[in-house]
């Protein structure tokens, strides 16, 4: 069974940072190319960021460019998202996911 679990979530000041992590299980994690995602209160699901099988390929929204770094670790079936110069407009659930399957998310709130 597919398996994503976020963690790293929390109360974080403008400003801030925070690293999330996807710890995956029950597929070929090396094999997959991974996007996290996020929705805001009231909003639609937004994409944040993917990254290719290996690594060697990344992608990021416009509004996390130069702020938010995703990375993985394929030894650990794990996936990571670096943010930095958090946003009160970051405030959101992110959630990971590898092809049509999506985790439960960790929440991100950014607020003094």
């Known amino acids: 069974e597919v398996t994503l679990v976020e963690s790293g979530g929390g109360l974080v000041q403008p400003g801030g ?3 999330l992590s996807c710890a995956a299980s029950g597929f070929s994690f090396s ?5 996290w995602v996020r929705q805001a209160p009231g909003k ?3 994409w944040v960021s993917s990254i290719h099988a290996g690594g ?4 990021y929204a416009d509004s996390v460019k130069g702020r938010f770094t995703i990375f993985r670790d394929d030894a650990k079936n794990t996936l990571y998202l670096q943010m930095n110069s958090l946003k ?6 992110y959630s990971c996911s590898a092809g049509m399957k999506r985790g ?3 929440q991100v709130t950014v607020s003094s």
């Open 17 to 19: 940072s925070l690293r």
């Open 31 to 35: 094999n997959y190319a991974m996007t």
């Open 44 to 46: 639609g699901l937004e």
């Open 56 to 59: 060697s390929t990344t992608g």
């Open 88 to 93: 009160p407009e970051d405030t959101a659930v």
């Open 104 to 106: 439960q998310g960790t």
